[in-house]
């Protein structure tokens, strides 16, 4: 089966509305930081990637009056809920494998652990990676999200990490 790409992903019309709306340069600068964890750390680059990039995809933009309102934020953000639904539904139409799917959603689901109730959470290796790589690339008061980058360079860097994953997995899955 063909891999479903980074660059196939950014090209539908539901990635390119979310992704764009929570910052695709901090979605890209992610999924960068993941390839270089999980490749680190002997986890998935494929999965690592796809989650990386997708992991804000379902955020919604919280304002009152013209202002991010960070109360409303926290008391009532389910971004990583929403987003981890989006993804799957996403990557199930773009014909991504179920189990591929699933674990993409759920690193999605727990690569922040701000909307869920105190407590200690056992993360897997995948999810670790994406949690780390999002954290990586985090700057204070949300600017992470404004971040602009242009179009062209995003679809050149999203095409030259998918060679990378491609690459990796062939001889991950060899060795
Ligand atoms: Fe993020």
Known sequence: M??????????????????????????????????????????????????AFLHDIGHYQWYRDGEWDFYSYKENDIHAIKGAERAHKLLIRLGEGRKAAKEIAL????????????????????????????????????????????????????QSLDQHVAATEVQRKTS
């Not at 539908?12 to 999924?31: E, S």
């Not at 670790?128 to 860097?157: C, L, S």
């Open 107 to 158: 690193a999605i689901l727990l690569h922040t652990d701000s909307y869920l109730p105190e407590g200690q959470l056992q993360l897997d290796p995948l999810q670790q990676v994406v949690a780390r790589a999002d954290e990586a690339n985090e700057e204070a008061a949300g600017v992470h999200h404004y971040r602009e980058i242009p179009e062209d360079t995003a679809i050149v860097q999203l």
């Open 2 to 51: 063909q891999r479903v790409t980074l660059a196939t992903i950014y090209s539908h019309p539901v990635a390119k509305k979310y992704v764009v709306r929570a910052g695709l340069d901090h979605a890209i600068k992610t999924a960068l930081t993941a390839f270089d964890i999980a490749l680190r750390e002997n986890v998935d680059t494929d999965l690592a990637t796809k989650a």
